[in-house]
């Protein structure tokens, strides 16, 4: 095992892999990263998924089987992706219980196009639990504001959630609220809270590409000197505001009937700009409490050379703050960011999701 990731892991992060494919499963590669590299979670997303369909011939076998039994593309997307998912669960079941369900999870993403509707989100959220079937499984919903009310609605019901695409400080409060009223609605069910899990995926590096962007079209030297630093000044605040509401009443009273906290997932790790360290925010990042979901070639670069010296986040509140004041007054508008932000980030989980809707319809189409 890289020593460097273990201690990441030793200072409370949990390492999780930002990736999943079908020939990732056959070939053994998950587990070998579970074994040697402290992976101890899988994400996905549809841009994965568009990805791992596009290659190899994986997927050949099954795409034969739907497309002699008839099925329609919907049906379809669903069998691929949730035999991947099911399949990751089954390698990490290990995981899931040897850390009695604190690790050891895999998420799968309710369709994008859903993401401003909240009825249908919920009724996809029920459909991927019940077909996957696996406890360590999380199922994404986005943090759009019709996201927030399924994901109380999903809680409520004992499905474990991942709550995807945040970006604001004020729209991660909101997620922290839903996630708090989704317990206490299982709770007054009579739920084994126990058994319910959650993670926020507060996004961080899309956050700089933006801000840079915005801060070039400034011009100023000012401006200039502020690059890379507002996404993990805003990670940081998070972070805060987890601490805020893990030290409040509201929780305090779930947490003794069992409830487990919605950890901070530091989502969109991998370092955009080749000016910055490839490991920038994963050494930026380092707290108790925290899963950081890793593209592979950010995973590796961090079992080489991350910079892991104790706690990056906690620290440096006051350091966050003088930051997202210094952006203000280089012109940069905050909620004009992260609405962007937000928007594309929809956008762009669409724009795969139809691709591989189109992947998987030309399949379904041979001869």
């Known amino acids: 095992m890289s020593e460097i990731l273990q201690r990441l892991a030793g200072h409370g992060v949990a390492i999780w892999l930002d990736d999943i494919s079908r020939e990732r499963l056959r070939s053994g590669n998950l587990a070998d990263l579970v074994r040697d590299k402290n992976v101890v979670g899988v994400t996905s997303n549809p841009t994965i998924f568009a990805s791992a369909l596009s290659k190899g011939d994986a997927y050949d076998g099954q795409l034969h089987d739907l497309?002699?039994?008839?099925?329609?593309?919907g049906e379809a997307v669903r069998a691929v992706t949730t035999y991947d998912i099911r399949w990751a669960c089954d390698v990490l079941r290990p995981v899931y219980d040897a850390t009695a369900g604190l690790d050891g999870r895999v998420s799968i993403e309710v369709d994008p196009r859903l993401a401003r509707d909240t009825e249908r989100t919920v009724a996809e959220a029920r459909a991927l639990w019940w077909l996957v079937d696996r406890p360590n499984?999380?199922?994404?919903?986005?943090?759009?504001?019709?996201?927030?009310?399924?994901?109380?609605?999903?809680?409520?019901?004992?499905?474990s959630v991942n709550v995807t695409l945040i970006f604001s400080l004020e729209r991660y409060r909101a997620v922290l609220d839903a996630w708090l009223a989704g317990l206490e609605a299982a709770k007054a069910k009579g739920l084994d809270l126990s058994r319910i899990a959650s993670v926020g995926?507060?996004?961080?590096?899309?956050?700089?590409?933006?801000?840079?962007?915005?801060?070039?079209?400034?011009?100023?030297?000012?401006?200039?000197?502020?690059?890379?630093?507002?996404?993990?000044?805003?990670?940081?605040?998070?972070?805060?505001?987890?601490?805020?509401?893990?030290?409040?009443?509201?929780?305090q009273a779930l947490a003794a009937a069992g409830a487990k906290p919605q950890r901070p997932l530091w989502a969109s790790t991998g370092t955009k700009n080749p000016d910055?360290?490839?490991?920038?925010?994963?050494?930026?990042?380092?707290?108790?409490?925290?899963?950081?979901?890793?593209?592979?070639?950010?995973?590796?670069?961090?079992?080489?050379?991350?910079?892991?010296?104790?706690?990056?986040?906690?620290?440096?509140?006051?350091?966050?703050?003088?930051?997202?004041?210094?952006?203000?007054?280089?012109g940069i508008d905050y909620d004009d960011v992260v609405r962007v932000l937000e928007d594309e980030g929809v956008q762009k989980f669409e724009a795969s999701w139809n691709e591989l809707i189109d992947t998987v319809t030309a399949e379904l189409k041979k001869a």
Do not use: C
């Not at 999380?138 to 009310?149: N, S």
């Not at 995926?201 to 956050?207: A, L």
């Open 137 to 159: 499984l999380f199922i994404k919903i986005p943090a759009t504001v019709e996201g927030l009310p399924a994901i109380t609605a999903a809680l409520a019901e004992g499905i």
């Open 201 to 251: 995926s507060f996004f961080v590096s899309r956050v700089d590409t933006e801000v840079d962007k915005r801060l070039e079209a400034a011009g100023t030297d000012a401006a200039r000197t502020l690059r890379g630093r507002a996404a993990v000044a805003n990670a940081r605040l998070a972070y805060a505001a987890f601490e805020e509401v893990i030290a409040s009443e509201r929780w």
């Open 67 to 73: 497309r002699v039994r008839g099925v329609d593309v």
């Open 276 to 330: 910055y360290p490839d490991t920038l925010y994963v050494d930026e990042l380092v707290t108790s409490g925290v899963v950081n979901t890793m593209p592979e070639k950010t995973l590796d670069a961090a079992g080489d050379h991350a910079k892991i010296d104790g706690d990056t986040v906690r620290p440096y509140y006051e350091q966050a703050w003088d930051t997202m004041a210094a952006l203000k007054e280089a």
